[in-house]
């Protein structure tokens, strides 16, 4: 049972570079989500998708976009890359509605920006 | 302010003891609340959610809920050095966002 899966696992950057981050779930899940963590900040929400077709801002949206391409797959693009987003990334989903709410998270990406 | 406030700690309590973890929140619409698990270089897992006020346990851990002083923490009886990890607290507001906050760092001494 493969859960949430992202890729890439790690990832460095140049400056100024774009990449997606994919994230994809098997769980059957409405509500999807990317979070960034960072040394002693917690996760911090940047996007989320309550269901398919909807995407909205999180705490740290700024220099992100999304795409909820279906019901399984949810995208993070970086469209140019700078050192502030130097982060660990997850995608994390749940079943917006049941009794227990629990976030499933994939294991994350490591990015740097140099 | 930040919306969920923990203190980041660390906390270190020696084996066998009560680690006794705190959390406040800013949103009196906050509906669930939930204690995550991470241990370093490893995804958050869940180990405890509340909805209601009062008490609710659950083996070695007990989280408390008072939403008048919108408050909620997590004890943990018989602390074991396993259970040295970062303990995120986490709030679902209206709507389907869940936010974090920034975790306490939790040492338990052998």
């Known amino acids: 049972n493969a859960g949430v899966t992202q890729t890439p696992k790690f990832q460095v950057l140049k400056t100024g570079q774009s990449m997606t981050l994919q994230c994809a779930q098997d769980?059957?899940?409405?509500?999807m989500y990317w979070y960034r963590q960072d040394p002693g900040m917690g996760l911090r929400l940047i996007y989320y998708?309550?269901?398919?077709?909807?995407?909205d801002k999180g705490e740290v949206p700024n220099g992100y976009n999304v795409s909820r391409l279906n019901k399984r797959e949810f995208s993070l693009r970086l469209e140019s890359a700078a050192p502030s987003q130097t982060s660990v990334y997850f995608c994390?989903?749940?079943?917006?509605?049941?009794?227990?709410?629990?976030?499933?998270f994939g294991s994350g990406t490591q990015l740097s920006v140099l | 302010q930040k919306e969920v406030e923990q203190n980041s700690g660390p906390l270190s309590v020696p084996e066998g003891a009560i680690a006794s973890l705190n959390c406040t929140y800013s949103?009196?619409?906050?509906?669930?609340f939930f204690w995550y698990r991470q241990y370093s270089g490893k995804s958050p897992e869940l180990i405890m959610f509340?909805?209601?006020?009062g008490d609710k346990e659950d083996g070695r851990f007990t989280a408390q809920l008072n939403k008048a002083s919108q408050y909620v923490s997590l004890l943990i009886r018989d602390s074991q050095p396993s259970d040295s990890a970062t303990y995120l607290c986490?709030?679902?507001?209206?709507?389907?966002?869940?936010?974090f906050g920034a975790g306490t760092r939790l040492f338990v001494k052998a």
């Open positions: 994390a989903s749940n079943d917006r509605g049941s009794t227990n709410e629990k976030l499933f």
């Open positions: 769980m059957n899940h409405n509500s």
């Open positions: 998708s309550a269901s398919e077709g909807t995407t």
């Open positions: 949103d009196r619409g906050s509906q669930s």
């Open positions: 509340i909805y209601s006020n």
């Open positions: 986490a709030v679902r507001s209206e709507g389907f966002k869940t936010i």
